[in-house]
RNA sequence: GCGGCUAUGGUGAAGUUGGUUAACACACUGGAUUGUGGCUCCAGCACUCUAGGGUUCGAGUCCCUAUAGUCGCC
């Protein structure tokens, strides 16, 4: 069936195979592959939507839990969706709160119907299903909606990891089924089945024959390692159409994206880039720079002198690292803004070398030029 | 000039009746950070208690002197 969110291959790499193409969506059209920042409660820490739109940032995550608990999807729902309600122009997509069940509630309890969990801010029992999910998501308005899944740890027993991979293939269904508006809100799946290959084909195999918008890869970034990761997601991939955009849910390390595109991977997301400006560490083009070390006391050059953004065109070091000594709100500010844009920019090459048939080539001199350690940053 | 009080790391300071490894905080120096915990987390950081001398098995803790601050009186 047709759905509001579509994708166009533009481009086949013709050197390393990857592509670049067109998300269609309600609120614009964005070019993959694409970084997306995440703003959890309706707000990319820091940055203002309208900076966001600006810098080029497409696609903006919001989060189904967060958003839940405050302000209530009532709230946004009454605001006429959560682009109205934050100002933010161009598409988004929440992520289903399957995630934060795991990794910030206590005491959750999962069952077939959905996961029972204390709230994180007062202790109050709550409970989640996919129903749920995908109607607090329909409130919430995003253009891509995410399926409520369960994000096991690794490791993961085999048993375990296929017990909770049928499982979220139900859930699937059921928050399929649930969706109320499905003419302006498409919903993506998300494969799981932690690190097996047959499980990973399996679960994807059966998504598919489900037809959703776009394809997500999870349970991903949860403390394995490169090598784990990247086979999780070819083996999640190995098994979907190729028309159909691919999201690998939560990396945002340089080397795990420049690897993720190799491996037709079309959208990703992280904190990763706001979290570490907010605590200092800044990835350049020269590689990574913890602003608060005394090296940079004096220095009165820009953060990356090969950067377009706010922070860099005005800007120095040594500015920057007072203001993070001072722990000043607008350092943070100002440091966000430099690691979100510097991911969009590297997206934005990215797209370029694959369209000059030369990603392999790119990526290989990218991670010799800019010197990040292993994690990528 | 006389009298009192105080002298512990970069800073503010804990240090019981003298008893092994000098509390804590901030700062500083490292490190962490991947479907969001903004102002976070972890680690390191005074071989030494203003300087000399003395008492004692043992002194940051007691005594003397010096020095420096500080308050009060001339």
């Known amino acids: 069936m047709t759905y509001p969110v579509t994708f166009e291959i533009t481009h086949v790499c013709r050197q390393s ?18 970084f ?15 900076e966001l739109y600006e810098m080029g940032a497409g696609v903006v995550l ?41 990794s910030l509630a206590d005491s959750r309890r999962i069952t ?28 919430i308005g995003a253009d891509i909606m995410m399926s409520f899944d369960e994000c096991i ?24 089924a649930a969706n109320e508006r499905p003419d302006e809100q498409a919903i993506f799946g998300i494969v799981q089945g932690g690190d097996n290959e047959d499980l990973r084909h399996y679960c994807a195999e059966k998504l598919v024959e489900m037809d959703f918008a776009g394809y997500a890869v999870g349970g991903t970034s949860v403390g394995e390692d490169k090598e784990t990761m990247y086979r999780m997601v070819r083996w999640s991939q190995e098994k ?32 990763l880039p706001t979290r570490i400006a907010r605590h200092g560490t800044l990835m350049t083009s020269q590689g990574r720079i913890a602003i608060k070390k005394a090296m940079y006391k004096e220095d009165f050059t820009p953060l990356d002198p090969e950067c377009d953004c706010y922070t860099c065109r005005n800007y120095t070091k040594a500015y920057l690292n007072h203001l993070c000594r001072t ?27 694959i369209k000059e048939d030369r990603y392999d080539d790119f990526k290989r001199e990218t991670l010799a030029r800019m010197k990040f350690d292993e994690r990528g940053f």
């Open 240 to 271: 979907l159409p190729l028309d159909k955009p691919r999201y690998l849910m939560g990396v945002g390390a340089v080397n795990d994206l420049l690897e993720a595109v190799s491996l037709n991977i079309d959208m990703c997301d992280c904190v």
């Open 62 to 102: 919001a989060n189904t839990y967060h958003l839940w608990l405050r302000p209530g999807e009532e709230v946004l729902a009454k605001a006429g969706g959560v682009q109205k309600f934050m100002n933010y122009k161009g598409p988004m997509l929440t992520d289903s709160g399957g995630f934060q069940v795991f």
């Open 327 to 353: 722990n000043e709100g607008f350092g943070t500010r100002l440091m966000s803004i430099h690691n979100i844009r510097f991911l969009l920019h590297l997206m934005e090459e990215v797209r370029k070398a």
């Open 112 to 139: 077939e119907e959905g996961v029972t969990f204390k709230n994180n801010l007062n202790g109050d029992r709550l409970f989640l299903s996919p129903e749920k999910s995908i109607h607090i998501q329909n409130k």
């Open 36 to 50: 997306m920042p995440v703003g959890t409660q309706a707000t990319v820490k820091f940055i203002s939507p309208e």
């Open 17 to 34: 195979g990857a592509r670049t193409g067109i998300l269609h969506t309600p609120h614009g059209d964005v070019e993959t592959p694409m």
């Open 153 to 176: 740890p690794y490791p993961a027993t085999r048993e375990y990891a296929e017990k909770s991979m049928l499982r979220t293939l139900r859930w699937a269904e059921r928050g399929k």
